[in-house]
């Protein structure tokens, strides 16, 4: 397969623009969609009715008129916000983090099913499915008109953000080596795209029924552009031997690459498809990675909600929401940049490391120096932009570890960690509800000590800059066992002569990932770990 994508055309041709310029798109709604709550939970503005009948605004903080009588007060915009509309100034705080809860309880669900509908059904059918669910139901949240109708459609909106898991998928299973972390970036830079549009949006418009408008038909406009736009993932073609739809799509892409392809029957196809989600946590080359990324995932997402609602990174209330947004959207865009550039130089486990250890002395910085509100805010936005390189890294990182049968459920189960991340962040709000210091002072110190055993974690992930994906769960890269942390070097491809060597090229590696031999497997599975290591070499055989 492997040898298809670099036979499909050495430059960035016609079929990757296409992917780039189309699935990069669907970041910007699924951002909007997850932020959406920092608009529709703001304060609106009030007015407190004179003498005389006339309602004049009241400059004050908005909830300063709930010891009022009701008659002496009205809001200004009834459609400004849901906490106009539902009349929900005066109810306690708590009540106005339901939405955030409810949208990630059904995110932790939708995307989980995204990744497992995704490998049944295909890739394009449940992107369209989940993608047209998202659309219908951002429409029913203008036409309901309570806050229970509210908070249940909310949490379909959450489960249809399932997607995102499929349009990642999609990226990362069509694109040569050398592409694949420049177009995750892009999709997440589009995700930076999307904060902003939801900024613009709030300053646009003075009603959140018009901006949830404008995201249906960004939705709408999507759903008709994949319909007719994007093709199935041929490497799940390969793997549910669909002859005919593969041999369809190895022409389409000929011809819009202008080269010559190898046809279905020369191409090696996986002997192993039938894999349950179960699985992933069963098999010894999936379970440890998985718990490693799933709880890097959990607090990647963490730090990027907990940041993103954080008093420090909104400058303490100096600016408006929009303006506090458009900053967090060109913080994000940095952190993704900077992430992608040094894992093209420097690798994916060196980035990663390198970005746990910077923000967890960020962390120690802001928790020390506490009283001092510069270094605070500095810290928190420092940790804004990089929680989202580490994001981006999670994703990149786990999209090239898996094998193909179990690409999708992993990404899904992944998806479904970084909603729990969101969980746990709308959670530790709550707690702070308080505001106590000894409720601070716990959190933050649980907080960097969850960033610290993480950091421990990564450090036994193995470098997949060079590598092939993984067509076999055989081919799959292990982790590295603690006495070899100092070895990192011995992870990249360039001090491996054979694999640079033309008997070694990606048409032998497929050759021999379909093979029944266990040397063929040996020789995938070696070319991860140390060749000098005979341990380790045993140890994959197995």
Known sequence: MEDVIKRSGNT?????????????????????????????????????????????EYLGYARDVCGMDELEWDYINKYYTIVSNFNLLCVSTWWLMMPSLVFFLGMLLGCFFAGLLSDCLGRKPTLMIFLFGEGLFIGLLILVDSFLLWLIVRFMTGICIGYFVV????IIEGL?????????????????????????????????????????????????????????????????????????????????NKVDLPSYDEIPKPLDDDYN?????????????????????????YLLATYTFDQNTQFFGMFSVSMNLAIIACLHFVGVLVTAVSCYFWGRRTTGCSLLIVILVL???????VEYILIGMTTALGVRCLSAGLVYFCSLYSLEVFATPLRAKSMGILLSGSATGGLIAIGTDLVQLENTDDVNFVLTILSITFVFLVMILTFSLRETKGHPLPERVEAMPQILPFREWCQCTADHPENHPLLNSPQFSHIHINNALTSEHVDGAQSITTSWTDPGSHQSRRRNSV
């Open 167 to 170: 349009c990642k998928i999609l």
């Open 12 to 56: 960035f041709g016609t079929n990757e623009a296409i992917i780039l310029s189309q699935l990069s798109l669907s970041a910007v709604p699924t951002a909007a969609i997850i932020f959406l709550d920092i608009i529709t939970n703001e304060l609106p503005k009030v007015c407190l009715f004179d003498s005389n009948g006339v309602c004049e």
């Open 363 to 369: 962390q120690i910085v802001q928790f020390v120096f």
């Open 277 to 301: 989600v179960l699985d992933i946590f069963r098999l010894q080359n999936s379970r440890y990675m998985m718990c490693i990324l799933l709880v890097l995932s959990i607090m990647a997402f």
């Open 176 to 256: 040569k080596i050398k592409y694949r972390h420049s177009f995750l970036a892009a999709i997440w830079s589009c995700f930076a795209l999307g904060i902003l549009v939801l900024a613009v949006l709030d300053w646009a418009f003075s009603r959140y029924i018009d901006m949830l408008a404008c995201i249906v038909i960004l939705i709408a406009f999507l759903w008709g552009l994949y319909l007719f736009g994007i093709e199935e993932s041929l490497r799940w073609l390969l793997v549910k031997r669909k002859k005919e739809e593969a041999t369809y799509l190895l022409n389409k892409i000929s011809y819009r």
